[in-house]
């Protein structure tokens, strides 16, 4: 080995590390002495006292002897998952700069001095952007620019490459995030995390080499893992915008349509489309639904914390306010059935004229979307017990 077993051991005689690098590690054996190795080098370069933990994920090699042999220390996680691996080295690190990093060889960890170069200078969270040429082609130019486009948009972030995996974070910093998820998305729980609590982030250009070894990547399953969580987590852009949208331009096409048809040049809308744009207003408010259950939720588990449009929902939408609103709908579409039921039997006009057509798609669609109104007040309200245990609890 190139870098003497006693320099480490200048390095890690401190009990109180400055700095941590972690590398989780699946059987890379052959890459993850040299990795140790060099992390140590990097360590060396910023004149600061380090460690070095490897997270062992259940290798059935050689790795976890050649990571001891080369001056780490190793830690042991049953449960298999990118994000797992990181999950414990993070809670392992010592250090108040924590560095992270594959143990496959692709990423040059001598430039550890620039990562804690930034985080001394007040960055919390320093991602790195890796040069293309050693980036598989698909991933290249289909896989890293839609998710990290994607991602930017979800997160209001402008990183050039969101899933590269050498990162530099304060301990401060990974803490505030309370990181989670166990599987590929903790890559993206990471940016989307670290942009809701605020940190304030950087990014520098790494090289990114051919790694060592059998890579443990799975191009369109963890591509998809990583969209799919990054919708999940962001219920603004799954539920609420959307839903906004679409239940403004239903309850639109319904007041427009209720008292006849609309003729728009060439064009005239009848009660057809007074029919969809009861579909839309209904599906509309129901996602919208959706999104703020998802929204309280998020705050009752811990992934978000004081969130505004749940302090607003606390304050302002009681179950008692929930109730009165969806009654009072529900009480408009019996008034308006109730009305059709009086023209049908006195023999009025309104059916001869579509008139009572107009009429019942209205009761229909308040008596609808009362119903969603009273049962989702109640289920707010079953969250909102959640979110009072969880208070007290700590």
Known sequence: MNFLLEEVDKLTDNNNPEITVVLPCLNEAEAVGACVEEAFKGIALTGLSGEVVVVDNGSTDASEERAKSAGARVVRESRKGYGSAYLRGFAEAKGNYVIMA???????????????????????????????????????????????????ILSGTRFSDAHCGIR??????????????????FASEIILQSARVKL??????????????????????????????????????????????????????????????????????????????????????????????????????????????????????????GLVFGLLLIIGGVISFGWLVN??????QAFASNYATRIGLLGLTLL?????AIFSSFFLSILGISVVTNTNDQ
């Open 368 to 372: 609808v979307i009362g119903v969603q």
């Open 102 to 152: 594959d143990a496959d060889g692709t990423y040059d960890l001598t430039q550890i001095p620039q990562f804690i170069e930034r985080l001394r200078s007040g960055d919390d969270f320093v991602n790195g952007s890796r040069a293309r040429g050693a980036i598989p082609f698909l991933h290249r130019y289909v896989g890293v620019p839609i998710l990290t486009w994607v991602l930017n």
């Open 200 to 321: 304030r982030t950087s990014e520098m250009a790494v090289p990114y080499r051919e790694r060592t070894g059998e890579s443990k990547l799975r191009s369109f399953p963890d591509g998809w893992r990583h969209l799919r969580f990054m919708f999940l987590y962001s219920p603004n852009a799954l539920f609420i915008v959307p839903g906004l949208s679409a239940f403004v331009l239903g309850k639109a096409l319904i007041w427009s349509l209720v008292w006849g048809a609309l003729t728009i040049g060439n064009i005239t809308l009848d009660y057809h489309y007074m029919i969809g744009g009861s579909v839309i207003a209904i599906m509309g408010f129901q996602a919208l639904l959706l999104g703020l259950h998802a929204r309280i939720y998020f705050d009752t588990v811990g992934l978000t914390q004081d969130d505004p449009l749940v302090s607003w929902i606390s304050r302002n939408i009681t179950l008692e306010r």
């Open 343 to 348: 023209e049908w039997l006195s023999g009025g």
């Open 168 to 185: 530099g974070f304060t301990k401060e910093a990974i803490k505030k995030m309370r990181l989670r998820t166990t599987g590929m998305e």
